[in-house]
């Protein structure tokens, strides 16, 4: 069990910046993470503990 904490952790830290470094690649204009990507990533920690709050904020703001 303890073990399923720690990969759900980890894999919402990884969700968090790979939103993170998509959000600072759309504002210099360069290549993009897909979507797809990021909510597989967002799927795989817990339906988002971590990873979903950063989708929101990410895609939420413009500059």
Known sequence: ???L???LLL???VGF???GVDKSRAIYG???ISEKALF???LGAD???WSWPASSFT???RN
């Open 11 to 13: 894999t919402g830290i």
């Open 1 to 3: 069990m303890e073990a």
């Open 17 to 19: 910046f790979a939103m």
């Open 5 to 7: 904490g720690i990969w």
């Open 59 to 61: 895609t939420s703001r």
């Open 30 to 32: 360069e290549w993009r």
């Open 47 to 49: 339906s988002g503990a």
């Open 40 to 42: 597989t990533m967002a």
